[in-house]
């Protein structure tokens, strides 16, 4: 089972979400991150396999700062439990970043048809393709 958390204010969103994840570990996981608009027009994800702890030391050493961001546990049900498969995923233009707790059924067929229409894709998950569908 996936864990969600956003935060929209006027502080960092980083150490809210950080710790909303924190809160929902007893859930389970496989692999956690998160995407800040970064105070400007960007969004900046930083994602990690493995225990919320490799996530915390990603953004230790590389941190993102705006009080806008979405956070994400996954349990792996489409693609490898890897770095790149982690959640958040953007969409094509890179103004997107979507979380997405369930299976789409039928990824492949809708995968297939936008990557025939130009669209490229960073994971092998099912979640992807909701985000190139939306943006």
Not at 45 to 56: S, W
Not at 86 to 96: C, F, Y
Not at 103 to 132: C, M, P, W
Request: charged letters at 25%.
């Amino acid at each position: 089972m996936c864990g969600i958390i956003g935060y929209v204010g006027r502080g960092n969103a980083a150490p809210i979400l950080l710790d909303g994840l924190r809160r929902l570990e007893y859930r389970g996981y496989d692999s956690s991150g998160l995407a800040i608009m970064n105070g400007g027009d960007r969004i900046e994800m930083r994602k990690k396999e493995g225990r919320l702890a490799n996530l915390r030391n990603l953004m230790a050493s590389s941190p993102v700062e705006g009080g806008c961001g979405i956070s994400h546990t996954r349990w792996a049900t489409h693609g490898a439990p890897t770095d790149e498969n982690a959640h958040p995923h953007l969409d094509r233009s890179g103004r997107l970043a979507l979380v997405h707790n369930g299976v789409i059924e039928n990824y492949l067929k809708i995968r297939n048809r936008l990557e025939t229409e130009g669209h490229e894709f960073a994971s092998q998950t099912d979640s992807e393709v909701l985000a190139h569908l939306i943006g």
